[in-house]
């Protein structure tokens, strides 16, 4: 169990002498009891203190690392049960699916295409992270040297499932020997076999099942010292699913219940395809940290990457480009200039029906602070004195010859006092950036 502040309190030197930033040290305890500060900040306290409160000063969800340095993922360590309390902090990893049972060909080729799978979106590059290697074959032989294959010819981290513990060891301690895959013991196994799994292969465990026997066999191998766990509720339905996740994150968090404080794998793969990537969107709101998905189509991949990027975004602050012109494509001074606002889902909603258009042009981003277009005319940030100052940061002048800016067609009302302030002719354009696209080729003229 958690301790409490004044459990806490009782161990502290009670000196008040204030170094951790705190008036007393009653106050720090009760800020170490509810995790929001570390022991450490107490540079009074002793080390025999220091080794008995451990716990309290411990996360309440653990962060595990899975794969090799260079390429491994970070998963745990949440903080809250709702990201705007604060924000998420470590984006759940995306594993898709390979079967052992598939020929050599098929896997590198596999191999091949995951690594295409990369997704540019509001300005980052979003993708899977990780292989789950299924232990289909029947053979042992087989799913060691598809490990291999797979690790080899993908480089990604492995999340490796099998009812044989003694094949899951052979790759983990062979191939994978260092690469810390995840290990995934499907069936019946004793959290002393899991336990002995973990220490061989100095791999991170997943333990599987209801929320109960989970929590037991997670407090048997706390108590064998493994630390890198993951719990699972396993295939299960959707229903049975979100309320092992929310349950868990719930006694993590509020409850401090060590037993399941650590991160999430949850699966939704098999069936109906597109019931499968619903599920996997939800799973990932709440609040899988690892994801087993046969999503390799892009269509059904990418709303579970965007569902991931939307979440883990910080939701205080604004997703930000830089605020400056832009040339899209091949532009010249005679190509459009279309004017918005530095908010990213703006800015690229622009940029992509031009590009869409195929008519090359400039962008000017103006500095909102990152928020879109309505709600910085609405909060004065885009405005005739922002936007003819951002022309002028822009040397837009000199670069542009017919001395036409074209905005969005939802603050046409700005038009006119624009067109004195800057001295540039301003047309109104259309009010979605669905509407650019015909807007270029049916009404501009320089
Ligand atoms: S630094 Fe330690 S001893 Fe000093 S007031 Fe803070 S908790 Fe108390």
Not at 91 to 109: C, F, H, I, N
Not at 196 to 214: M, N, T, W
Not at 351 to 360: N, Q, S
Not at 417 to 434: C, F, I, N, Y
């Amino acid at each position: 169990m958690a301790l409490t502040g004044l459990d806490i309190y009782k161990k502290l030197p009670k000196t008040n002498c204030k170094e951790c930033g705190l008036p007393t040290c009653l106050a720090f305890a009760m800020k170490v009891a509810a995790g929001q500060l570390m022991l450490d900040q107490c540079p009074k306290l002793s080390d025999s203190a220091r080794g008995e409160l451990s716990e309290a000063s411990a996360p309440p969800q653990r962060l595990v690392k899975l794969g090799a340095d260079g390429v491994a993922v970070e998963v745990g360590q949440e903080t809250v049960l709702f990201r705007h309390e604060e924000r998420f902090h470590h984006p759940a990893a995306v594993a898709l699916t390979l079967s052992d049972s598939a020929s050599v060909e098929v896997l590198r080729s596999a191999c091949a295409d995951f690594r295409k799978l990369q997704f540019p979106r509001v300005g980052t590059t979003i993708h899977p992270d990780m292989i789950a290697l299924i232990h289909e074959s029947g053979s042992p032989d087989k799913f060691v040297s598809a490990a291999e294959l797979v690790c080899r010819e993908a480089g990604v981290p492995m999340v490796l499932v099998s009812g044989d513990r003694a094949a899951l060891l052979a790759a983990a301690c062979g191939p994978l020997a260092g690469r810390r895959p995840l290990l995934y013991c499907r069936g019946d196994v004793s959290s002393d076999q899991l336990a002995d799994l973990a220490e061989q292969s100095k791999s991170p465990i997943c333990v599987a099942g209801d929320i109960a026997s989970v929590a037991a066999a997670a407090e048997a191998l706390i108590a064998r010292g493994v630390k890198d766990i993951l719990i699972s509720p396993g295939p299960a339905d959707t229903a049975a699913a979100m309320s092992f996740l929310t349950q868990a994150r719930r006694a993590a968090l509020k409850k401090k219940y060590r037993p399941l404080g650590f991160p999430v794998l949850a699966i939704a793969a098999g069936g109906d395809k597109f019931a499968a990537a619903m599920d996997a969107c939800a799973y990932i709101c709440k609040y899988a940290a690892v994801l087993i998905t046969d999503a390799w189509e892009p269509h059904l991949l990418v709303p579970i990457l965007t569902s991931r990027q939307n979440i883990y975004t910080d939701p205080q602050k604004p997703v930000q480009v830089e605020a400056k012109l832009y040339d899209v494509g091949e532009a010249v001074p005679a190509s459009p200039l279309l004017v918005t606002t530095n908010f990213s889902l703006s800015y690229y909603s622009v940029e992509g029906e031009v590009e869409a258009a195929r008519v090359p042009c400039r962008i000017l981003a103006v500095n909102t602070e990152g928020t879109s277009v309505l709600t910085a005319w609405a909060a004065d940030k885009f405005n005739p004195s922002t936007i003819s100052a951002a022309l002028k940061a822009a040397g837009a002048e000199s670069k542009v010859s017919h001395h036409k800016i074209i905005i969005p067609g939802h603050v046409a009302v700005i038009s006119a006092q624009l067109a004195e302030e800057s001295g540039w002719q301003v047309l109104v354009g259309p009010r979605e950036a669905s509407g650019i696209g015909p807007y270029l080729k049916n009404e501009w003229r320089a």
